[in-house]
């Protein structure tokens, strides 16, 4: 197993996420904001600045909306 004290970022300290889920009578809904999401290029590797990069435009085009989609519908739906 991998050292625990090793944790990648791909954004920087300064992004933040915020998990919103509020009801209104019977409508449940919730959401997810990335706020200040900006590549991490303070770390130990060329490759890892790279791959933070990468992640970073993803992030940028929608990529990973998908995953938040998928996370906040799980939150909504519960198990299957």
Not at 17 to 43: D, I, L, W
Not at 72 to 80: L, Q
């Amino acid at each position: 197993e991998g050292n625990q004290s090793d944790v990648a970022h791909f954004f920087g300290p300064e992004a933040t996420s915020t998990f919103r889920v509020t009801r209104e009578g019977n409508v449940v809904t919730a959401s997810v904001h990335g706020r200040n999401e900006t590549a991490n290029a303070n770390t130990s590797t060329a490759a890892d600045n790279i791959s933070n990069a990468l992640v970073s435009l993803g992030a940028r085009v929608g990529v990973s909306s998908m995953q938040w989609n998928s996370l906040v519908r799980g939150i909504i739906e519960g198990p299957k």
